[in-house]
């Protein structure tokens, strides 16, 4: 059986990135959707595994180097997909529990200091808990968390193809 070459995975997932990217920048600038740190966070571990998983289709790297790629681009989907699914677990939770979310991420950089600011916002805002944009009645940080989770699942599936051809070469086949 013939397995993708790691550079051929590493450009299916910086175009995925890419086009995914292009789509959250059209939603603000095109639609004028406001988005909330969540969503900035999240935007900044999709750019990261963006331009990682370029990094990794320009340099074609060998074994070690594609493991080293491997391993960035799928941190960054984690990461990613952690902020999701604290943002998707805000937007569920009951109205009473919501109410526990400071007004906005302008108030709180005012009012408390970085650090205090961090830690409140990934508690959750008021930003942060609105729906403003629905797609299938899913909401941007549930198409947010299914990307990052299927990037993992491409991650995983590059590393097993790795260490499964490695164990084949290792074993004299």
């Not at 890419?18 to 939603?27: E, I, K, V």
């Not at 004028?32 to 571990?45: K, M, N, T």
Request: aromatic letters at 12%; proline letters at 3%; a positive charge.
């Amino acid at each position: 059986m013939s397995f993708a070459p790691s550079r051929s995975l590493f450009i299916l997932a910086f175009m995925a990135g890419a086009l995914t990217l292009g789509a959250s920048f059209y939603l603000e600038f095109g639609v004028s959707l406001r988005p909330c740190f969540l969503c900035q966070l999240q935007r900044l571990f999709l750019a990261a595994f963006t331009l990682i998983n370029l990094a990794g289709a320009l340099h074609n790297p060998a074994r070690s180097a594609a493991y080293f790629y491997g391993l960035a681009s799928m941190g960054s989907a984690l990461l990613g997909a952690i902020t999701a699914v604290r943002q998707v677990l805000l937007q569920n939770a009951t109205p009473d529990q919501a109410a526990d979310c400071w007004p906005s991420l302008h108030q709180m950089i005012e009012n408390l200091s970085f650090w205090q600011a961090l830690r409140t916002t990934v508690k959750g805002t008021v930003d942060c808990v609105e729906i403003n944009w629905t797609l299938f009645d899913l909401s941007l940080p549930e198409w947010s968390l299914l990307f990052f989770v299927a990037m993992l699942i491409l991650g995983v599936l590059q590393f097993s193809r790795l260490l499964w051809g490695q164990r084949l070469r290792s074993s004299g086949r």
